[in-house]
């Protein structure tokens, strides 16, 4: 079946520093590949995602590019703020048998903290 | 500006009862559905509608119930039979044919309490 794996967490880093958040998956046919970010007592928001092989997803500094020959879609940012604390999750979306809609699986999530 | 409403964001319940969670929308989306996510766990799936007057269990439905009557409302019922309520309840909502490349637009979250 689907299935999402994210790096257990939580990841705790210096401002500026660099980001990498791994995620594989294991999905049939091509899935379209999502990464949402949960802030502190809220509920998730979209933060990039990928429909296609070799798509980059970029948003607010954050990028990450779907590799379907390592079946990976890594989310890396150049340098974090204190602001990006937060938990990260990875989701796939794909077709079931038949062609409909398979409910979006998601991972455990990786808690963020980052210091001053 | 369109979204997803869910109310109210802190819910106390005493051992017994039964409470509703609230979830509107006004995207105009075709699919809704109800996540319960833990302290440090991932979401996990309660319920889903991918139409009006329709709806599917997901993985954790014991304890649970839900009706979908209109379009814009996906209320979700916690009943007695729910072991261990206490969490943090999300409401999400998407078009399911685009559902592929749009993913989901989820509330705010309903934090529910038994005290």
């Known amino acids: ?116 | 500006d369109g979204g997803i409403t869910q109310s109210p964001k802190y819910l106390f319940r005493k051992e017994g009862q039964n409470v509703t969670l609230s979830c509107e929308q006004n995207l105009n989306h075709d699919a809704m559905y109800w996540y319960r996510q833990d302290p440090g766990q991932g979401l996990r799936l309660i319920y889903y509608s991918q139409i009006v007057n329709d709806f599917q269990k997901g993985d954790i439905a014991e304890g649970y119930s839900v009706s979908r009557e209109k379009k814009e409302s996906f209320p979700l019922t916690v009943t007695s039979a729910q072991k261990n309520p206490t969490a943090f309840y999300l409401c999400a909502s998407s078009i399911p044919r685009s559902g592929l490349a749009y993913g989901y637009t989820f509330g705010s979250g309903t934090r529910l309490t038994v005290v």
């Open chain 1, 1 to 116: 079946g689907n299935s999402v794996t994210q790096m257990e967490g939580p990841v705790t880093l210096s401002e500026e520093a660099f980001l990498t958040i791994n995620c594989t998956y294991t999905a049939t046919g091509y899935p379209s590949l999502f990464w949402y970010v949960q802030y502190p007592g809220e509920g998730l928001q979209l933060l990039l995602k990928a429909t296609k092989a070799d798509d980059k997803g970029s948003n607010k500094g954050f990028e990450a590019t779907y590799r379907k020959e390592t079946t990976s879609f890594h989310l890396e940012k150049g340098s974090v703020q204190v602001s990006d604390s937060a938990v990260y999750f990875c989701a796939l979306s794909a077709l079931n048998y038949g062609g409909s809609q398979g409910n979006l699986i998601f991972g455990k999530g990786t808690k963020l903290s980052v210091k001053p």
